[in-house]
């Protein structure tokens, strides 16, 4: 695979997220929350990959479509170490270890950086209603040339408070655009508010004027940027890709490309290569 940073999710939605990451010979799953062992063997199997294959799981927040019993299960089986926040171990075992046949290794990390194999990995915190600390992460590489960086956050109520800082630069950018508020106003569910407030989901004109932001304070454009965790619900890729395009097209940025990750399937594999200027 030479020098390719590639970055392909799996699984998007509520019904599961899973995100494989491979750089240099280190494969990562960013969140494991597919809610069975043969799913999960199923998707890596579907990207051309096992078990044997996965170097550590990462795990962004404690939700059950982020990080399941069944993942539990697989790791310890295959001695794959679990990556938690410091502050979500507690919780984790509470929550999810004890739902789990087996148990394996589990590691902590803080806010600091720090490395699995070739990938390095920097934790920021983003508003999200889960218990415990949400992260998204700042993925890094080194190619002959240069970094590369990714940046990946696929569960956040907001944008605000310097979280944008967090994107600058990035050759790819992987974000939450879970729903169009028209839909969510017209939608039965009992749980609207929640899903709309400051911890709870990004909506498709927030992603937009959001990613609108990190592109106007960047000096090097991302290759491409990739939708995630779109509602079965309240949501469309067309709605979403189609909003997220006209904001950035009104700041000059239309040819960016943009994706929508697939929810009960694999998507593209989305690869960073070294270039320069916008």
Known sequence: MGDAFAVRPLRSGSSGNLMLVEHRGTVLLVDAGLPS?????????????????IDAVLVSHLHGDHIHPSAVACCARHEVPILLHEKNVRPFSRRILSRSPLSGPVCT???REFSVGAIGVRPFPVPHDAEGVTCGFLLSGRTADREIRVAVATDLGNGGNGLFEEFVDSDLILIESNYDAEMLAASPRQDRTR?????GHLSNEQAGRFLARVMLESRTLPQAVVLCHLSADHNTPAKAVGTVREFLAR???GHVPVHAARRHGPSPRFSAVARTGR
């Not at 062992?37 to 294959?53: C, H, P």
């Not at 899903?195 to 911890?199: G, I, M, T």
Request: charged share 30%; hydrophobic share 35%.
């Open 37 to 53: 062992q043969r799913g999960l063997v199923e998707a890596l199997r579907e990207a051309g990959y096992t078990w044997e294959d």
């Open 109 to 111: 990390f803080d806010g």
């Open 195 to 199: 899903v709309d407030s400051e911890v």
């Open 251 to 253: 700041y000059g940025f």
